[in-house]
Each structure stands twice: as structure tokens, then as C-alpha cells.
């Protein structure tokens, strides 16, 4: 007991939005981690960003800033994604600190003068647009590129190797004899077999003529750093590799990384050559789980599937979100979403099974016993120990399942233990005791049920934080517990307060749902970005929103003070606004339906208070109100044209 713990994530690229893939990881590592300082292991989670490389740089060249306030910009997006999952990781790394660059270099350096990076003549077939080489079997057609399908051309440049090739037999002889090592097993067999062929030597510079964003060679002025190669570090950097040994030694040997099966090869054979070359053993464990599909359908941007994790955590709560996606995904198995599924799932497990566990004991508690936990009555009969030894098994079965890495066998075992609570008050009918005249055998029968209640709400508190600590509460627990506690029978105090927290789960009613928009996590039929987005429009009509919401966002007039077309661009316009005083400045979609010398002057509406955004690389602070009906656009404008600016609209 007591081992340290320490788990991470990917670093995700920061330029992608965040979907439901990288939300898994990461409410994955979360609750894992969660159950680690639950069993009062000294646990360490890390996640982060991933920033250097080609798609950053394209994506800030078209935004004609530069890569790093792109980067500063983009790792909002994960940073708010975790804050609003309730993620509680420990660290953040991006790879553009100083505190991972410099670790890089000093690796680099340090693999080199051991003689084991060498300069040798690279070739391959390069394509110029899409920036990138492909092997001969990538290409299509010949010499076609795979994804543009333009021609390529064979180029010669010279590159910095690591020489990956030596370890192949030291590795294989790793796995093979480490069966904690690559999880599943058969992940691990998967390596095996790629380690099958022969291990070539790994390319781990890219010329700056051709990509200048990336960390420099540190022999080499002209080259930077390969970006697999940077971003693997950042799992040693984070913790104190080559400027803090203690803390390096204190995490280090019980390094848990979990990654999508996609990165596989990455983490398997680059990552334990790595650290092969400069004397670190390999991680502890690496756990590749599954795939999210949309039904059983890949989610691509281009499918217009991908749901997007927000959109869940809104419409149905964090925590039910987050018990969705670990209770869902058997690991190492891809793993369908759909809302019915979601739907489904909720109803049963969390609004029948758990909600109606603890209306009925709270409820019954409040009534027969003014509201304070009662003390048993009765000696316990066969039934209330079989209960509760069902239950102390759900502990044990749990921490088992999280250190083995299934959390989604402890949830079934949990679930298991709250049907069987449900069973044992129907069998027992405590709303009829009372009348009966056994109100001592009552308190026994509610002891016991408030009693496997304290049990599975502290089972399941690292996956749902939230609706656990009230289901807590509610019934006189303390919130601040370790495994321990949750294995010592009898830990309810009889006489503490009860209260009754409403419906922790309400139902959701099929019917509802059918309404409501977001129907992103179905397979898409939605075929580009328009369709989509009338798609949504047209399903936000049947949503009713509550006044409180509608005036979320402020609505002000503003007063047009100059307007130009922005440039490059044939849609884009930038509007010099005044708000009650104010200067502000916005880009909006208008330059197909008004000339630049028509709007100043004009009284128009603004949402005032929309998150500022960079579009085409020019700050908007907020957007203009249109009314759109097929081909033409016209602006919101207040009546009589000239209005005082800044006044809210509502
Ligand atoms: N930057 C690299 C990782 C470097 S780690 C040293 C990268 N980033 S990523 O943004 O593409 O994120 C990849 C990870 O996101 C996957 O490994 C997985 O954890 C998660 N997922 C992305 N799409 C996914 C699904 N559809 N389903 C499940 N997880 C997937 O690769």
C-alpha cells in the first residue's frame, strides 16, 4: 500500500479543438488518479500541451501571428475544457517552456556525445503544399501525395539520426519479460510484432529552412528538434529530470502513462529507446485504451461527427458525462457514443438504481426518524450481512480494478451493490415496518441501507466529485475520506443529520430529448460546415431557454465609426465601433452584403460580451446582429437609424 503514484496524459496538440478523445484520456487519468490519493497513495498527475511542429506553424502563418501567441491563444481551449470537467491534475506542461526546452536540449546533447546521434543523407518523397514526406507505399497513383493528391518530389536533405536501430533486441527482451509493461496484452503483442521487421534508426531533425518552429539542435544551429522526439520528454521534464533528482526518483519509477491506440508505436519503441540511450528504465506501465466512434462510425471533422465534450458537460452535467465515458468504454476496446446510449445508461444506472437508493432511505429516514440517522434496533440478520459483505466486496473489487487500470470493472461492481440495496429494501418493505409495529427492526433497515449508501457514494466519488459529495452530505458523511474509512463497517454515526438533496439524478425523459439540438454524437448525415450549421439552427428553434439565460448576453447598440473590408478575404469586414464610449472593434461575415461606405453612421446591435476572438489575425470584441434569409443578409439596426450607442437591447 502506499506506493506513489504517478499518471499521465498525451499532451495534446494544441491546435486541435478538444473532442471527446482527449476529454476520455483525461477524465481517465482523473479518476485514476482521484482513487490513488483516495487510497492515500502521494499520487502525481500531469497533462499538457504539445506545441512545437509543422501544423502549429501553418496554422499561425495563416493567422499571420506567430506560433507561440498561437499556442498562448489555443492552450486556453484544453485549460478551460479541464477546469470545467472538474480535472485535478497537478501539473501542465507545454513544450514551449523553458523548463521542458532546456531538458530537451540537455538530452540531445547528452545522447550525441555519446556518440549515438549521427548526420546522414535523408530521401524522400517530399510534397510541397501539404509540407510533409511520404515512403514509397504512402503514395497513390504512382507518386501522388496521399492526402492532396498532388504530385511529390523526390528530395535529398541531410538529418540527425538517432540510432534506434541497436536497442530492437533489448526491447523486445522487455517486453516480452515486463507483462505490466504495455497494457492490454494484447497492445503488447501488437509491438511485438511491429518489432518483428527490422528497427530502423529514427530521424530527430527537421532542417529550419523548412521548419524553423521546434526546439534548435544544440550542435546544430540549422536544424530543430523532431517533435515526437520534444514531446515524449515532457513526461521527464515535468518532473525534475536533470535539475530536481529527488522528485525525478520519487515519480519516476511509478510512471502510468495512458494514451490512445494511435500513438502506440510513439510510446512503445521510440519513447523506451529514449530512455535506453540515457540510462532511465522505461515507465511502469503504458495503457493504450480504445477509440471513440460516433455510433460505429469514425469521428472526423469532415463526417461532421465529433462530439464535442462541452456540449455534453452542458446538457447533461459533469459528472454524468464523466460516469458515462468510464463506465462505457471497456479498456482497450473501442467504444460507440451515442445519445441513446448516454440516455439509456443515465435512466438506468445513476436515475433508478442510485437516485432512487438514496430518495427512499433519505426519505424514509426524514419521516421515521425526525431526520437523524437511526441506531440499529435489532441484531443483523442474514440478509442485512449478506448485504453489507456485497458491498465491502465492491471496495475491494474496485481498488483492485483501478490498480490493475479497469475502472469500468469496479463501476459494474458498484452498480452491482446498489441494485442489491435496492433489492434488499424491497424485500424488506421499510415503508411498512412502521405501521406493523417493528420500528426497531426499521432502524436496522435503514442503518444498513444509509450505511451501503456512505459506502458507494465514497466508491464512486473520484468519478462523479460533484453529485457525491452531496449525496454524502446528505447523509451526515464527511466528504474528506480515504479507502480506509470506506472498509471500517458502521463509520455513520447514528443521531447525524439528514437531509433530502432533491433528485440527484433527475430523468431524463425520452421524449425531451428528442427535441433538444446537439445531435452531434449521432453518425453524421450532416455534410459540410453550412448544412451543419442550419442543421443546428433549425434544431435550436424547438429549445426553450430561461430568461436568466437569454440575458447572459448582453445586448448593446453600437454605433458604426468606420468600416473596411478586411483584406485576402472576400467575406470578412472590420467594423470601428462606439459602445456608449466605448471603442471597439469587431470582424464580422458582412462584406458580401454592404459596402464599407454604408455602415458608418449606422445604429446596429452588438452581443457585447462574447469572448473576444482572433479571426484572420484581427482581434473581435464581440458580434453584430443579422438576420439571414437565403442570398441576402441584412443587419439588426434600431429603428430610425440614429440611436444613442452602448444602450442594452432586450
Ligand atoms: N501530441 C500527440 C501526443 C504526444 S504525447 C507525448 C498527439 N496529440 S493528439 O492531440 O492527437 O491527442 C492524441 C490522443 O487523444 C490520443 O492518444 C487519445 O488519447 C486521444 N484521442 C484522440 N481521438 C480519440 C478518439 N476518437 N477516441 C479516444 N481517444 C482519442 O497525438
Known amino acids: 500500500m502506499s506506493d506513489a503514484f504517478y499518471v499521465t496524459t498525451p499532451i495534446y496538440y494544441v491546435n486541435d479543438k478538444p473532442h471527446i478523445g482527449h476529454a476520455y484520456t483525461t477524465v481517465l487519468a482523473d479518476v485514476i488518479a482521484g482513487y490513488h490519493r483516495r487510497f492515500g ?268 465534450p462541452m456540449d455534453m458537460a452542458d446538457k447533461y452535467g459533469v459528472d454524468a458525462f464523466r460516469y458515462f465515458l468510464i463506465s462505457e468504454m471497456t479498456l482497450g476496446q473501442d467504444a460507440g457514443f451515442t445519445e441513446d446510449a448516454f440516455v439509456t445508461r443515465y435512466n438506468s444506472d445513476l436515475a433508478n438504481d442510485l437516485g432512487n437508493m438514496l430518495s427512499r432511505a433519505v426519505k424514509l429516514t426524514i419521516r421515521e426518524f425526525e431526520g437523524k440517522v437511526p441506531k440499529p434496533g435489532t441484531p443483523l440478520t442474514e440478509n442485512e450481512k449478506v448485504l453489507l459483505s456485497k458491498v465491502s466486496n465492491a471496495v475491494d473489487v474496485m481498488e483492485k480494478s483501478i490498480r490493475e ?39 436496522t433497515v435503514l442503518y444498513t441501507a444509509l450505511e451501503c449508501l456512505r459506502v458507494v457514494g465514497g466508491l464512486l466519488s473520484p468519478v462523479m466529485p460533484e453529485k457525491m459529495s452531496v449525496l454524502l452530505k446528505s447523509i451526515g458523511w464527511k466528504t474528506e475520506f480515504t479507502f480506509k474509512d470506506l472498509r471500517s463497517a458502521g463509520g455513520l454515526e447514528p443521531g447525524s443529520v439528514i437531509t433530502d438533496p432533491g433528485q440527484l439524478f433527475p430523468r431524463i425523459q425520452v421524449e425531451e430529448k428528442k427535441a433538444e439540438p446537439a445531435k452531434a454524437a449521432k453518425p453524421a448525415k450532416v455534410e459540410s460546415k453550412k448544412q451543419a450549421k442550419d442543421a443546428k439552427d433549425q434544431a435550436n428553434l424547438n429549445v426553450i431557454v430561461t430568461i436568466d439565460e437569454f440575458f447572459r448576453s448582453a445586448l448593446k447598440t453600437a454605433t458604426v465609426l468606420e468600416a473596411e473590408p478586411v483584406e485576402g478575404t472576400t467575406k470578412l469586414m472590420k467594423l470601428q465601433l462606439d459602445v456608449g464610449g466605448e471603442k471597439r472593434q469587431i470582424v464580422a461575415g458582412i462584406a458580401q452584403y454592404y459596402k464599407a461606405e454604408e455602415l458608418p453612421g449606422r445604429t446596429i446591435v452588438i452581443v457585447s460580451n462574447l469572448k473576444p476572438a482572433v479571426i484572420r489575425g484581427i482581434e473581435s470584441n464581440g458580434m453584430l446582429l443579422a438576420a439571414k434569409a437565403g442570398d441576402s443578409l441584412k443587419l439588426v439596426t434600431v429603428d430610425g437609424g440614429r440611436f444613442v450607442s452602448g444602450a442594452s437591447v432586450g
Open 41 to 308: 497513495d502521494p499520487t502525481w498527475f500531469l497533462t499538457g500541451t504539445d506545441e512545437h511542429g509543422q501544423k502549429v506553424q501553418k496554422a499561425a502563418d495563416a493567422r499571420g501571428i506567430t506560433p507561440l501567441q498561437h499556442a498562448d491563444e489555443t492552450v486556453e481551449r484544453y485549460k478551460e475544457l479541464w477546469k470545467r470537467l472538474g480535472i485535478r491534475n497537478d501539473d501542465f506542461i507545454r513544450t514551449t517552456e523553458k523548463r521542458h526546452t532546456e531538458i530537451v536540449q540537455k538530452i540531445l546533447q547528452d545522447i550525441y556525445d555519446r556518440g549515438l546521434i549521427y548526420k546522414a543523407e535523408y530521401k524522400g518523397n517530399y510534397c510541397v503544399p501539404c509540407e510533409r514526406f511520404f515512403t514509397e507505399k504512402d503514395l497513390v497513383d504512382g507518386n501522388l501525395c496521399p492526402d492532396c493528391r498532388r504530385p511529390t518530389t523526390e528530395i535529398t536533405e541531410y538529418n540527425y539520426f538517432f540510432k534506434m536501430s541497436q536497442y530492437q533486441d533489448w526491447l523486445i527482451e522487455y517486453i516480452t519479460s515486463h507483462p505490466d509493461f504495455i497494457l492490454p496484452a494484447f497492445r503488447a503483442n501488437e509491438t511485438l510484432g511491429f518489432l518483428k521487421k527490422p528497427l530502423g534508426d529514427l530521424c530527430i531533425s527537421r532542417p529550419k529552412s523548412r521548419l524553423s518552429w521546434g526546439i534548435e539542435l544544440p550542435f546544430d544551429k540549422d536544424y530543430v528538434c523532431y517533435v515526437w522526439f520534444d514531446a515524449l520528454i515532457n513526461y521527464i521534464s515535468a518532473i525534475g529530470y536533470g535539475t530536481d533528482p529527488k522528485r525525478f526518483s520519487t515519480w519516476w519509477p511509478h510512471a502510468h502513462h495512458l494514451i490512445g491506440k494511435d500513438i502506440l508505436t510513439t510510446h512503445t519503441v521510440y519513447w523506451p529507446t529514449m530512455l535506453k540511450a540515457i540510462g532511465i528504465e522505461p515507465p511502469h506501465t503504458i495503457l493504450a485504451h480504445g477509440w471513440w466512434l460516433s455510433g460505429k462510425d469514425k469521428m472526423s471533422k469532415s463526417a461532421g461527427n465529433v462530439v464535442n
Open 405 to 443: 487500470l479497469h475502472p469500468d470493472k469496479g463501476i459494474e461492481e458498484v452498480i452491482s451493490a446498489v441494485r442489491a440495496t435496492n433489492k434488499y429494501m424491497e424485500q424488506t418493505a421499510p415503508w411498512s415496518l412502521s405501521k406493523a409495529g417493528k420500528k426497531d427492526y426499521l432502524a
